[in-house]
């Protein structure tokens, strides 16, 4: 017991020392944790989908126009799911963003062009409405679902959200389901 008298001693003696000392501490304590629970929810934990274990990214090859991993061309995604034999089903996803106007203020948001099967192959629900049909899809339909987080900043309610208008690149879309809150699908491509 004497040796830790002795070191509170001399750390009472140099005061602004030992306050640097547990700040630098704390912050790096802080930031450790900060960037494991990152990398824990981003890369480690589980995907926010059913069956994670059985979903499958496929690219097209194209190296040579210096694209190894380039998103495939409608067409010829079109061919690859009438010729699917393995997989359970196919769902395709173009990225993009829009910028969304009306309402109290504009911003830009990220979002991705889906086939209307993309939900059901990933396994995810709306908390509000529904998803796209196929025949919406083959017609072209404005039609969105949104987030979460942007359902919460421009509406009361999640379930509000179902049935209004978005006006998106000056273009009407209507609502038609909302996602609970914490899906995501990536923003990248892998």
């Known amino acids: 017991m004497p040796d830790i008298f002795v070191a ?20 790096g304590i802080g930031a450790n944790t900060a960037i494991f629970s990152g990398v824990r929810a981003l890369l480690l934990g589980p995907m ?30 079109v061919d690859w799911r009438q010729m699917n034999q393995v997989f359970s089903d196919m ?13 109290d203020r504009p911003e830009f948001v990220f979002g991705k062009g889906v ?3 993309f939900f059901d192959v990933l396994g995810a629900r709306p908390i ?3 998803t796209f049909t196929r025949q919406e899809d083959e017609a072209g339909a404005d039609l969105v679902v949104i987030g979460y987080r942007l359902a ?6 999640a379930r509000q959200a179902i049935g209004a208008t978005l006006l998106m690149n000056d273009r009407p879309h209507t609502v038609i389901g909302v ?9 990248r491509q892998y």
């Not at 996602?179 to 923003?187: E, R, Y």
Request: charged share 20%; glycine share 10%; no cysteine.
């Open 48 to 77: 926010p989908y059913s069956h994670p274990e059985r979903l499958v990214a496929v690219w097209e090859e194209s190296s040579r126009i210096g694209f190894p991993r380039n998103t495939p061309a409608p067409p010829n995604f």
């Open 8 to 27: 509170v001693r001399s750390l009472r003696k140099t005061a602004g020392f030992t306050a640097v000392a547990v700040l630098a501490l704390a912050l």
């Open 128 to 130: 509000a409405g529904r």
């Open 91 to 103: 769902a395709a996803v173009r990225f993009g963003g829009a910028n969304l106007t009306g309402g």
């Open 152 to 157: 919460e900043r421009r509406f009361p309610a």
């Open 115 to 117: 086939t209307a099967n």
């Open 179 to 187: 996602m609970p809150p914490g899906f995501a699908f990536p923003d």
